[in-house]
Antibody, heavy 121, light 106 residues
């Protein structure tokens, strides 16, 4: 059974860098059958896809975040990570990692439980 | 690309709920639906317009026509109370687009 779990600090100050990690069990990155994604949710903007990564390291990011976002992957530990630089209050949200079935249909079939992140001075 | 969902819907137990998702020519896209109960992560309930993941009962079905996708929940139960989000993939710059969600009250 596939299981995803996010971890990382829940409170940041403006201008800091958000760093989250998603630990995956029940699926191997190197099987190459799925992609790995980050999605966030806030009352103001709803569910917002941030980007995805393939086990090869290929990434694709949301256009509006391209200058601030980095997603990386570690196949040896079955973890992938999100870095979001220069955060502001607008980045306050619940951050989810999710498995993306493929990039043709964009089905998120498994999600982590989410980690709340607050940006406040 | 924008997906529009009514913010709320109320249905009595045992009745049928039809949740809509509007988008320009949405019939040309693959529509997925997620259920999110309070305080929990989203759960996939329909993908590719009409397909159900394992574990999702047959009471959940989908259809798409023109500019509207519909998630239909037959014989609604108290446990179906949740927010439901539609989602498509493949817009020009931001691959995944989610609707604003419909809060279903039973």
């Amino acid at each position: 059974q596939v299981h995803l779990r996010e971890s990382g600090p829940g409170l940041l100050k403006p201008s800091q860098t958000l760093s989250l990690t998603c630990s995956v069990s029940g699926d191997s990155f190197t099987s190459g059958t799925h992609y790995w994604s980050w999605v966030r949710q806030s009352p103001g903007t709803g569910l917002e896809w941030l980007g995805y990564i393939y086990y090869t390291g290929n990434t694709y990011y949301r256009a509006s975040l391209k200058s601030r976002i980095t997603i990386s992957i570690d196949t040896s530990t079955n973890q992938f990570s999100l870095n979001l630089a220069s955060v502001t209050a607008a980045d306050t949200a619940i951050y989810y990692c999710a498995r993306l079935v493929d990039t043709a249909r964009g089905v998120f079939d498994h999600w982590g439980q989410g980690v709340p992140v607050t940006v406040s001075s | 690309y924008v997906l529009t969902q009514p913010p709320s819907m109320s249905v009595a137990p045992g009745q049928t709920a039809s949740l809509t998702c509007g988008g320009s020519n949405i019939v040309t896209l693959s529509v997925n639906w997620y259920r999110q109960k309070s305080g929990q992560a989203p759960v996939l309930v329909l993908f590719d317009d009409t397909a159900r993941p394992s574990g999702i009962p047959e009471r959940f079905s989908g259809s798409v026509s023109g500019n509207t996708a519909t998630l239909t929940i037959a014989t609604v139960e108290a446990g179906d109370e949740a927010d439901y989000f539609c989602q498509v993939w493949g817009s020009a710059s931001d691959h995944a687009v989610f609707g604003g969600g419909t809060k279903l009250t039973v």
